[in-house]
């Protein structure tokens, strides 16, 4: 569903970049007193991922142009190890970002040690330069079952998978490929940590997970730990919020920094209600998971919602009355009152639409209300279109934001 070539995708984060990279704020060693910036150099506040500024002593909001990454080159499968890109091949793909106004790239999983090297040494000499380096937003790959478990069964599995990823990113740890079929690994030696804007951890979790794991664990209903915690919620929600936690006590009892944290989603899952969806063929808008009242009081960096999100799909962004009525400069555009309900239901912290985007395909699978089609555009809508999704983000305040429909690299996202 994701799929996209490198050339239409430099187009369209061409037509993403509304300003340079140069105005983004520079994480720079902080000459003020009492100052938490070497332990919170991010954090989320209000509708922004914020960078720590020491020339003002506080935090600058930072507009996200992002990318999202494989670990393939391009027309491969953007997991497969075996036709990996090179150190010299990222370090490229760097410099093509913030050519075209990027300022972020965001990876799912754990990539080879020698992504971490590249990026050293690209955003070392880039500081050397006193340019703007290039954040890096990590993920942590849950691994996916079929059919559908428990989510409580693979948390050893997924912990595992989170102290691996803290200690790479920190430059402190070897992974042999031994018993790794499809992840990173080898001698991580660059500690890229200043870098790590947030983690956005996890993957879209299906219905049928969520419903399997509500059903196994009825008494569960709220969830309490180190840094993080769910007065009430299903017992999914409560076991997202644990990982959330997780993530930050690891890095924080190891490292004593913390950075922002989320957990992947999608509108299947979203909290709102979808009137279209009511009846046998809902299954779209079936579960939910809702973290608006997690409460983040011993996490100074905070907390932020992170959704893969297009304009076709799933229906119900279509096809809602409500989203129907909104319209932006080009026309009628659905798409637009769906990201306002969604800023809306979480209004207080950051909302990043870490997907979005329209494939470049001869052939449409989803007609959108919009004519955000998915399939049938050449790249040149391509990019027209994803610069259109760019600006109804901003239209709605998020303030943040993912140029991204697929990878660099032109497949699914690695799992």
């Known amino acids: ?199 956005i951890i996890g993957r879209e979790v299906s219905p049928d997970e969520v419903a399997l794991t509500n059903s196994n664990h009825t008494s569960i209903n709220s969830f309490s730990g180190t840094h993080l915690s769910l007065p009430v919620g299903s017992a999914s929600e409560a076991w997202i919020t644990a990982r959330m936690d997780e993530v930050l006590r690891v890095e924080k009892q190891n490292y004593s920094v913390q950075r922002p944290v989320s957990f992947s989603s999608w509108p299947t899952l979203d909290p709102l209600s979808h009137a279209t969806e009511i009846g046998s063929s809902g299954y779209e808008d079936s579960k939910k998971i809702d973290l608006a009242n997690i409460d983040s009081a011993n996490a100074p960096a905070g907390v932020f919602y992170s959704f893969h999100a297009y304009p076709y799909y799933p229906d119900f962004i279509s096809e809602d009355t409500d989203y129907r009525t909104w319209s932006d400069s080009t026309g009628a555009n659905s798409y637009r ?38 399939g049938g555009h050449d790249e040149k809508a391509q990019g027209t279109y994803g610069a259109r999704m760019l600006g109804n983000m901003q239209d709605a305040q998020m303030g943040v934001a993912w140029c991204s429909p697929g990878s660099m690299s032109g497949g699914n996202p690695p799992g």
């Open 337 to 374: 009152g769906y990201l306002a309900a969604l800023r809306n239901h979480y209004s207080g912290r950051p909302v990043i639409i870490a997907e979005f985007g329209v494939p470049s395909s001869w052939g449409n699978v989803h007609s959108s209300h919009s004519g955000m089609h998915h």
């Open 1 to 199: 569903m994701r799929k996209i070539c490198l050339a239409s995708f430099l187009c369209l984060l061409a037509a993403c970049s509304k300003s340079g990279s140069g105005s983004d704020p520079v994480v720079q060693a902080s000459p003020c007193e009492n100052s938490q910036s070497a332990e919170y150099r991010y954090k989320a506040d209000g509708d922004h991922l914020k960078v720590y500024n020491s020339s003002s002593c506080a935090y600058d909001a930072l507009f996200i142009k992002g990318v999202n990454l494989g670990i393939a080159t391009p027309g491969k499968y953007a997991g497969d190890l075996e036709t990996a890109a090179s150190y010299n091949d990222f370090k490229r793909w760097f410099q093509l970002m913030v050519d075209a106004g990027i300022n972020s790239v965001r990876v799912y999983t754990l990539h080879m040690d020698f992504f971490y090297d590249a990026l050293y040494d690209f955003n070392t000499s880039r500081e050397q330069n006193k340019q703007t380096p290039l954040y890096l937003i990590q993920g942590v790959w849950l691994d996916e079952n079929s059919p559908a478990v428990d989510l409580y069964t693979v948390t050893t599995g997924f912990n595992t998978n989170i102290n691996e990823v803290v200690n790479a990113v920190h430059g402190n740890i070897t992974l042999d490929s031994t018993g790794r079929p499809g992840k990173g690994y080898g001698s991580y030696t660059s500690n890229v940590e200043k870098w790590v804007l947030a983690w």
